[in-house]
Nanobody, 112 residues
Framework: QVQLMESGGGLVQPGGSLRLSCAAS????????MGWYRQAPGKEREPVAR????????IYTDSVKGRFTISRDNAKNTLYLQMNSLKPEDTAVYYC?????WGQGTQVTVSS
């Protein structure tokens, strides 16, 4: 059974940073694309960043380019999202995804 477990969310001031982690189990972690998505209140879930199995190819939504960095450690079965220069509009529940599997989400709140 595939399980994805996010952590690292919290409350941060505008301009601050957070690092999200997603620990995976029950899957061959190194194979396949993984991604981070987010869902703000009253909005649909949207993709934030994706990374190929080897880690060499990354894709970002325009609103986070230059501020967020997705990475993966295949030896630790963990996906990361480094978020810098956070803005209030980044406030959302952030989800980890692989294939049809989703984590439970971690709340990120950017507010002064």
């Amino acid at each position: 059974q595939v399980q994805l477990m996010e952590s690292g969310g919290g409350l941060v001031q505008p301009g601050g940073s957070l690092r999200l982690s997603c620990a995976a189990s029950g899957t061959i972690f190194s194979i396949g694309t993984m991604g981070w998505y987010r869902q703000a209140p009253g909005k649909e879930r949207e993709p934030v960043a994706r990374i190929r199995g080897g880690g060499s190819t990354t894709i970002y939504t325009d609103s986070v380019k230059g501020r967020f960095t997705i990475s993966r450690d295949n030896a630790k079965n963990t996906l990361y999202l480094q978020m810098n220069s956070l803005k209030p509009e980044d406030t959302a529940v952030y989800y980890c995804n692989k294939d049809v599997y989703w984590g439970q989400g971690t709340q990120v709140t950017v507010s002064s």
